[in-house]
């Protein structure tokens, strides 16, 4: 069964500081895992997309890293703030259709001064 | 360029009524999809619709529940006789071309459904 499982569950980090998010998956075959952001009452906005051959991608403050060997991917926030607060969802696509989104529940980030 | 619209934000309805809930894509979209995301859960595919048809619709639950996306308006999911376990945030995403895994989905703020 294909599942997307992420660490941890919530955080709670000050202002400023970095931290560094979990996801394990056991989706196969894998195409490509993403990672969102989805502020409260919103819907998730894409952070980033990679592929089975790339092992890190940035986006402003925002780095992922992917690991296809181990199935595991990290989102690492530097330099955290008030508006980093917020879920983060690890989605791991099966290679064919859009159906094959597997979601994971998500961390749930709260950045404080 | 609106992004993707979905309304209403909130819906709250009795047992057994119905519930329709709307959504508008992201202008030159013509690719819609429908997920649910129940308490504590991640969000789960329900349906993915072109105009005029449905793609897949393999995490539609067999009884209640129909979507469709008609050549002009809005796309429309529908769920009749609703129970309490319908209760969620539904989903709506659009896209601009046919949607394999590797086309951006841009996702609309949701629906929030209360079965009472």
């Known amino acids: 069964k294909n599942q997307v499982e992420q660490s941890p569950q919530s955080l709670i980090i000050l202002e400023g500081k970095n931290c560094t998010l979990q996801?394990?998956?056991?989706?196969?075959?894998?195409?490509?895992l993403r990672w969102y952001k989805q502020d409260t009452g919103r819907g998730p906005v894409s952070l980033t997309i990679m592929t089975f051959s790339e092992n890190t991608k940035s986006n402003g403050r925002y780095t992922a890293t992917l690991d296809a060997d181990t199935k595991q991917s990290s989102l690492h926030i530097t330099a955290s703030q008030l508006s980093d607060s917020a879920s983060y969802i690890c989605?791991?696509?099966?290679?064919?259709?859009?159906?094959?989104?597997?979601f994971g529940t998500g961390t749930r980030l709260q950045v404080t001064l | 360029n609106a992004g993707v619209m979905q309304n209403p934000r909130h819906l709250v309805r009795r047992r057994g009524q119905e519930a329709r809930l709307r959504c508008s894509p992201m202008k030159g979209h013509s690719h819609v999809y429908w997920y649910r995301q129940l308490p504590e859960e991640g969000l789960k595919f329900m349906v993915y619709?072109?105009?005029?048809?449905?793609?897949?619709e393999s995490g539609m639950p067999k009884e209640r529940f129909s979507a469709e996306f008609p050549k002009e308006g809005p796309s429309i999911l529908r769920i009749q006789q609703v129970v309490r376990g319908d209760s969620a945030a539904y989903f709506c995403?659009?896209?601009?071309?046919?949607?394999?895994?590797?086309?951006?989905?841009?996702f609309g703020p949701g629906t929030r459904l209360t079965v009472t």
């Open positions: 989605v791991v696509s099966n290679t064919g259709t859009a159906s094959k989104l597997t």
């Open positions: 996801c394990n998956y056991t989706v196969s075959p894998f195409s490509n």
């Open positions: 995403a659009s896209s601009p071309v046919r949607g394999t895994s590797f086309i951006e989905q841009y």
């Open positions: 619709l072109q105009k005029e048809n449905i793609i897949d």
